[in-house]
Each structure stands twice: as C-alpha cells, then as structure tokens.
C-alpha cells in the first residue's frame, strides 16, 4: 500500500471529507430488476465522495481522504474526482483490495435498492494513522465524515486519530450514515457512533440513523438527544415531511420541495455538499437547510448523483420559482 498523506498543499481546504469512494452502476433502465437490465452507466460513487463532489460544484475547495484499488476502476475514481473539481492529493493506492463497485436498481418513487460489492474489504477500510494529512484535518474549514468509518478497524482508528487531531475549533460533521451490512451488529455501532458525538458540531441523519446513534426516532426527541450529547446542530431528515433542524436556541422546519423522482440515491449527497456551501458562505441555518433541501430534490429527479449535482445557480433558481416552499423557523 502506498499513501499520498504527506502530499499536502499550502492551500487550505474549504472542505476535507474522509470515507466511501468507489463505482456506482446504475442501470439505464428503470422500474425492472437488474435480472432483466441490459445496459448501465458507471459513475463515481461513496458518499464522502459524492458530499466533495456537490460541494466542488459549487466552487468549494474540496478534497477527500480514501482509498482505492491499484485497478482501472481505482484510476477512473482518481481522474473522475479532478475532472469534478475534487483533489485526489489523499487518495491511497491499495494493493491487496479491489476497487468496490455498488450497483442500485431504480423503482421510482421511493424504493432503491443497493447492492455494495466490498467484499472481501474495501481499500477504504483500510485506512490508517498515517493515511491521515494531519493539517490537512486541522486547517480545513469543514471536517466531514462518515460513521461507516468506524465500522471496522484499522478505519475505526483513523477516524478517531483524525477527530482528536481536528478538536472543536472548526466545523465538524458527522453522517449517521448507518449502513447495516457493515457492522457487525447495531450495538457496536450506537457504541461506535456514541463515541464520536462530542467531537462533532453538526449531526445529520434520518430517523433510523438517529434510532442508532441516540436510541430516538421521534424527530425532535432524536435531535434533543443529539444536542445533549455536545452537537450544536442537530438534522433529522423526516422523508416527505421535510427536514428538521435545531439548535439550543432554534428549530426549523423546512418542508420538502415537491419534484418527480428518478431515483432518490443521491438527494442525502447533494444536501450535505450544498450545506457546506451554505455555512460556509454565511447563510443562517434557515436558509442553509432551505439550500441543502433543494439540492437534495434537484438530484432526486436526475438518474445519477456525483455528475447529477447542482450548481449553485440552478439551486437558487429552483428556490426562487417555489415561493411558497419556506422554511418554518421558531425561536426555543
């Protein structure tokens, strides 16, 4: 294995994500099995990945700390990230895994199904302390990770190496991204996930997720849950009745933005991408989530999601032909 951590940039990053890249197949044809499909796309997937990808979009700096097979799959990834505007600069070449490949079969509106081929494991779980640009993580603006990180060891180490070196000074998020077939069980994982919530300032997760990392599915009693475990953002996303998001001091709620699915994969990508953007240029939280929300519908009604994202100028416009869609905001 060889790493590239120490090929650090001068430049700070606006956002440095850590986790999941790999291939995402999607078939051309909807609303049929993959036993009846004859044709399919290849495009670059893992959802760090995507979260770099729709932040660069829109002119963020991005850059994502993964690993990849020494394999043509591994070199599409690398080349498709620059050709995206995210630097590969952190990306590992792993010799002794394959580059994984993930394909989803589309049943609009609402059912996606994913098949994940890790196995026997992903270059990405083998990620280690000294895969990690140390002041890379210290000096980006936003940290992003993955709880799909702590899964497994030596990936689970390098998260919490990466989380202690980062501390509270910045913007730090976490996806609850729970993925089932990756633990072992759910308690490792709301063991896992537990550990990680005081290092962290924005948490982002559906109703599942929360049920996981804080043992409520409620949405406000999950996001109470999640601000008295140190987050100082809490996101539920609740499906079709919108996005929840509180602080100690607020609570938003912001309606989902109506639009014909195509396949809802990469709506969760394109939120959490957008909403750096919106922090990062200042926007209240209201208005971050009313931004990363639209993102999020805009990709739902495209077929793919790392080349499907939006561009900050599609994202207002969309926000700007929908008047009526506002976020709900109450002072606590």
Not at 80 to 108: A, H, K, Q, W
Not at 175 to 189: H, V
């Amino acid at each position: 294995m060889s790493s590239q951590a120490d090929a650090e940039s001068d430049e700070h990053l606006d956002l440095l994500t850590i986790g999941r890249s790999g291939i995402d197949v999607y078939p051309f044809q909807t609303g049929i099995g993959l036993e009846d499909v004859t044709s399919f796309g290849k495009f670059l997937g893992g959802s760090p990945t995507n979260v770099a990808v729709a932040a660069a979009r829109q002119g963020v700096r991005s850059a994502v700390i993964t690993a990849v097979g020494d394999d043509p799959f591994g070199r599409f990834i690398r080349r498709e990230m620059g050709r995206l505007g995210v630097s590969d600069r952190f990306v590992v070449r792993n010799e002794d895994y394959s580059t994984p490949v993930t394909f989803c079969e589309i049943f609009p509106p609402d059912d996606f199904p994913l098949y994940f081929y890790r196995q026997p494991k992903a270059p990405d779980l083998e990620l280690t302390e000294s895969d990690i640009p140390v002041e890379a993580v210290r000096e980006a603006r936003i940290f992003w990770f993955s709880v799909t990180g702590l899964s497994v060891e030596p990936s689970r180490s390098a998260h919490h190496f990466a989380l202690e070196a980062r501390g509270r000074e910045q913007c730090t998020i976490a996806d609850l991204d729970y993925r089932p077939m990756f633990w072992q069980d759910e308690e490792t994982a709301t063991q896992q996930v537990g550990r990680i919530l005081d290092k962290v300032s924005v948490a982002i997760g559906n109703k599942e997720e929360c049920r996981i990392a804080v043992g409520e599915t409620e949405p406000d009693r999950a996001a109470d849950a999640l601000l008295d475990r140190g987050v100082d953002i809490a996101i539920v996303k609740q499906g079709p009745l919108g996005t929840l998001a509180k602080t100690r001091t607020e609570r938003i709620l912001m309606p989902v933005t109506p639009v014909e699915v195509c396949n809802g994969l990469g709506a969760g990508d394109a939120f959490g991408g957008s909403f750096c953007h919106a922090l990062l240029e200042g926007f209240d939280l209201a208005g971050a989530v009313q931004f990363a929300s639209t993102a999020g519908a805009i990709v739902a009604s495209r077929l793919e999601c790392s080349t499907a994202m939006p561009s900050t100028q599609e994202i207002e416009r969309f926000i700007a032909e929908r008047p009526d869609i506002r976020p709900i905001t109450e002072k606590r």
